[in-house]
């Protein structure tokens, strides 16, 4: 791993656009990754992943090794530590897939890892920089009720259950505002000029 690699924290709440923003830095030839889709993915690959989250969240939740993804995040929400416990169960595993993917891309200046709990998951030490992506309240719910199917009222909650945007400011350097009506690619280019020096 080149010491002069730097890592950069994407975070941002549900729908505020941040795999919008790592789509252009995408494009502009940046390594990206992103870690909602790698949860995914080891939910279906690590057999002792699934182990662990069956043990805890019940043995119904996968089916020939697919999870039941609507099922788990009921069980999530209903259970008062529910994601804490599955954050400490997902986070080893998180920790050595990202290990891996950083030696893949030892060459690069610059990696960006897209996580919407990257603050409340710790180990903010590794992140040179953390930018946030934010959008107004109303423009996120529309977003993710037409990606999604979920509900307004399910939205919201799980809103309720991420950390708030003034909250999660604290701990970030940077910040993108994905309103539709400010361009994006200037504000990334402006942040590039700020962090690659």
Known sequence: MASAQKIIGLTGGIGSGKSTVAQVLSNMGYPIF?????????????????KEVSKTF????????????????????????GRTKIKQIIKPFMNERFNEWQMEHKNASLLFKEAAILVESGDLDRYAYIIQITAPVEMRIKRVMK???LTEQEIKLRMQAQLHDDERKKYCQYSIINDNARAILPQIQSILASIVV
Not at 34 to 50: G, I, M, P
Not at 58 to 81: H, I, T, V
């Open 58 to 81: 019940g043995e119904d939740l996968f089916l020939e090794g697919q999870l039941n993804n609507a099922l788990l995040a009921q069980r999530l929400f209903n259970q008062p530590d």
């Open 147 to 149: 990606r999604s199917g």
């Open 34 to 50: 992103d870690a909602d889709s790698e949860v995914k993915r080891l939910y279906h690959t690590a057999v002792n992943l699934q």
